[in-house]
T-cell receptor
Framework: EAGVAQSPRYKIIEKRQSVAFWCNPI?????LYWYQQILGQGPKLLIQ????????DSQLPKDRFSAERLKGVDSTLKIQPAKLEDSAVYLC?????????????FGPGTRLTVL | KNQVEQSPQSLIILEGKNCTLQ??????????LRWYKQDTGRGPVSLTI?????NTKSNGRYTATLDADTKQSSLHITASQLSDSASYIC????????????FGAGTRLFVKA
């Protein structure tokens, strides 16, 4: 079974530039998550999708971050404009359904550096 | 406030030795607790999951314990190997209508030859 795919793996941009990350979840997984992991910290949930609907985006900085999952499969996360404090690893995860006992399967992450 | 705290922040041990990582949580209502292993440059991978009624669960050389009364969990690693070098993240889920998942900051384990 193929895992969660993410691209790019690394991205370096200057502040105020825009950037987009892509995630392809495990086939058949209805739930998709985007996390931000700052160095030395645990992942912080940015947004959770159930199919193509948003379940939780309470911690998404909506003035600069946006995410979509148009067909209920792939997802993109965009930052516009980026700030220095956005430097982090952005992890995508998926699970079969949005229930607490379902394991979340994580992709390798995209490491973003904002200069 | 729902929180998950892990200790120690980092740990260095010699190959072959045992170690125990701690997780304290204040998440309520409690649904389950997972331990994840995160290798450098990779996403976390689940090691164990425990519900309220489970006290201990093993996965090879990894043994997790849960005391739901004191809201504490531990992850014991037996006969450590170099490949155990990673971050270990405690994650607690709460059922509140939907559900919330709260991640700890992790313990960074270094196993030296």
């Amino acid at each position: 079974e193929a895992g969660v795919a993410q691209s790019p793996r690394y991205k370096i941009i200057e502040k105020r530039q825009s950037v987009a990350f892509w995630c392809n979840p495990i086939s058949g997984h209805a739930t998709l998550y985007w996390y931000q992991q700052i160095l030395g910290q645990g992942p912080k949930l940015l947004i959770q999708f159930q199919n193509n609907g948003v379940v939780d985006d309470s911690q998404l900085p909506k003035d600069r971050f946006s995410a979509e999952r148009l067909k209920g499969v792939d997802s993109t996360l965009k930052i516009q404009p980026a700030k220095l404090e956005d430097s982090a690893v952005y992890l995508c995860a998926s699970s079969p359904q949005a229930v607490s006992y379902n394991e979340q399967f994580f992709g390798p992450g995209t490491r973003l550096t904002v200069l | 406030k729902n929180q998950v705290e892990q200790s120690p922040q980092s740990l260095i041990i010699l190959e072959g030795k045992n170690c125990t990582l701690q997780c304290n949580y204040t998440v309520s209502p409690f649904s389950n607790l997972r331990w994840y292993k995160q290798d450098t440059g990779r996403g976390p991978v689940s090691l164990t999951i425990m519900t309220f009624s489970e006290n201990t669960k093993s996965n090879g050389r990894y043994t997790a314990t849960l005391d739901a009364d004191t809201k504490q969990s531990s992850l014991h690693i037996t006969a450590s190997q170099l490949s155990d070098s990673a971050s270990y993240i405690c994650v607690v889920s709460s059922n509140t209508g939907g559900f919330k998942t709260i991640f700890g900051a992790g313990t960074r384990l270094f196993v030296k030859a």
